[in-house]
């Protein structure tokens, strides 16, 4: 029967269990208080992956997820997952972080700056074993990869968080996307400045010259169009920045945040917006999850990995709340404000996921530290929620603080 099936009818298989079964966990598991749809759906990944269900049913593995599939199914990851981190950069809000430039400022700054000193030190730890650093990678590149994969905050997924928290709209929760979105630029920033190919490096500066210019241009246009053109134009600039920034050896990735980056959020009607990042995370992003799952590997050791990860996550969480809690200090914030902050802001997920699937496509970790960050950002995502939810019942008068 296997040899009879097709490449499309294998697909069709794997994409049944993409849906079927993370969609059967959460909701008969009941689980979206400590863990939303979208972690169940990174832990099915993982679960799918070699090291778990490839090692205990390894023809069914091979025969599901042949090459073939694996190929069929990273093509539709790609897209979705460009799509995604566009609309990240939309949400990106820069004026409202220079209105509030000083407390946002200091916020981001050590937001980030901390967690990032604490994720390297691991990092400079780690560089001591065997099986981490990978095969491309300078040292300074890993360590500065490492910590800031722990300074990561995952935009998207915390606009999802604090819907469900119903801050979103919030004063609060305004501020908080204020110092995601500034350390969102960073974060890009940062991943750029590791990438940098000396040999290519008139490429790339080839690169950000022409996106300079074509920006300048595109956003003359997108003000003179409807709505309804805007749409579609949107999605033909976004695939030709990450062509052009993969082309430029900067990765896709980084050009589909910049094509997103440069756009207004007040081109589009807000609740199309919404709509359909609630969309891609509902029809394309179940894929990119699996496709990370099948890039897990745990060849050092499956204990080294989940230490490892324990270790990179009390790096990423308490970094993250240090940092927060002296901005409080310095800002003078109520009691109770600087913790509600830190660990929305601790948030990872999506981002980190995808910063280090770039971090492994680059060979600068390899498959067993992208594992133990995998791990971290399922841990991290899925402490917020219920942290978050009681301080917040405790302090509610913080939700509608001025912002």
Not at 43 to 54: E, N, Q
């Amino acid at each position: 029967m296997h040899a009879a099936m097709g490449t499309t009818e294998i697909f069709l298989i794997a994409m049944l269990i993409i849906f079927t079964l993370p969609y059967l966990i959460w909701r008969l598991g009941n689980t979206d208080y400590f863990a939303p749809l979208v972690v169940v759906q990174i832990i099915t990944g993982v679960l799918l992956g070699p090291g778990i269900l490839g090692r205990a049913y390894p023809e069914y593995y091979a025969f599901v997820f042949n090459p073939e599939v694996i190929a069929c199914l990273n093509g539709v990851a790609w897209w979705g997952v460009m799509i995604f981190v566009m609309l990240a950069g939309i949400e990106l809000d820069l004026k409202k972080a220079w209105e509030h430039r000083r407390e946002s400022t200091i916020t981001a700054g050590l937001a980030l700056g901390t967690p990032l000193l604490f994720g390297s030190v691991a990092a400079l730890g780690m560089l001591g074993y065997a099986g981490w650093i990978g095969p491309k990678a300078r040292d300074w590149q890993f360590v500065l990869g490492v910590g800031m994969a722990c300074a990561v905050t995952a935009l998207p997924i915390l606009i999802l968080l604090m819907e469900k928290l119903a801050i979103l709209r919030e004063p609060i929760g305004q501020r908080i996307l204020r110092y995601a979105s500034l350390d969102d630029i960073a974060i890009w920033g940062v991943l750029a400045l590791i990438l940098l190919d000396w040999e290519r490096v008139g490429r790339q500066l080839g690169f950000l010259v022409a996106f300079g210019a074509a920006t300048w241009l595109y956003r003359r246009l997108m003000v003179r169009l409807e709505e309804r053109d805007r749409w579609y134009v949107a999605l033909i600039w976004l695939a030709i920045c990450a062509l052009a920034s993969d082309w430029a050896g900067l990765h896709y990735m980084v050009g589909a945040f910049l094509a997103g980056a440069v756009m207004d959020a007040k081109w589009f009607n807000q609740e199309r917006l919404d709509f359909l990042r609630h969309n891609v995370l509902l029809v394309l992003m179940p894929v990119f999850f699996l496709s990370t799952g099948l890039r897990t590997n745990w060849a050092v050791g499956g204990s080294a990995v989940f230490v490892a990860a324990g270790v990179l996550l009390v790096a990423s969480v308490a970094g993250k709340l240090a940092g927060v809690h002296i901005a409080g200090r310095v800002l003078k914030w109520g009691e109770g404000e600087a913790s509600i902050i830190g660990w929305l802001l601790q948030t990872k997920a999506l981002i980190m996921i995808i910063f280090a699937n770039i971090l492994l496509d680059k060979a600068i970790i390899t498959s067993e530290t992208f594992t133990a960050l995998l791990l971290m950002a399922i841990g991290s995502t899925m402490l917020t929620v219920p942290v978050v939810y009681p301080k917040l019942q405790r302090v509610a008068a913080l939700v509608f603080k001025a912002s």
